[in-house]
């Protein structure tokens, strides 16, 4: 092309001459904004559920708490999803309740899922009294009852259920 006249004109194909690209646009993959949180305000998400640190409750004032938001005081399956828990729940600063009670001499969870995994503290649970539910927390709740060193927690007791204490909700998340 010509620059002083804008006439494209035929060249010899050796010469050297600058030259522009067309490059097509590029359908960006990563959306701007963040998808949608599958949970309701204030519950948290982890593993495909929504939970919610409830405070101040029985056992079966948390769990009829939890039940009025459709879910249920939260069962759990892995070391990991006992970690969250702890982290949302306050657990490192005071007991908090969760789905494991025992209604007929076998532990179960609310939600009827199968007992799939355990945490309980060393010597627990001992049913000490009727200590029908689960409450997680740390060893040292008071100074003569500490865990060996070797135990980190947090970790499980059974307790008795009219004590008040946090305690944590688990539901299904809304699909992503």
Known sequence: MSLPTGVWTAQNCTLKLPYICEVPPVHDPCPTTPPPNPCPSGWYYFGGYCYYPGSNADWNTGNADCQSSGAQLASIHSDAENDFIAKISNAANTFVWFGLYKPNGTWVWTDGTP????????????????????????????????????????????YKCAFVRNYVCKKLALSK
Do not use: K, L
């Open 115 to 158: 007992v799939d995994y355990t945490n309980w503290m060393p010597g627990e649970p001992n049913g000490d009294g009727p200590e029908f539910c689960g409450e997680m927390g740390y060893c040292c709740y008071d100074s003569n009852d500490c865990c060996p060193s070797s135990y980190a927690g947090p970790g499980w007791n059974d």
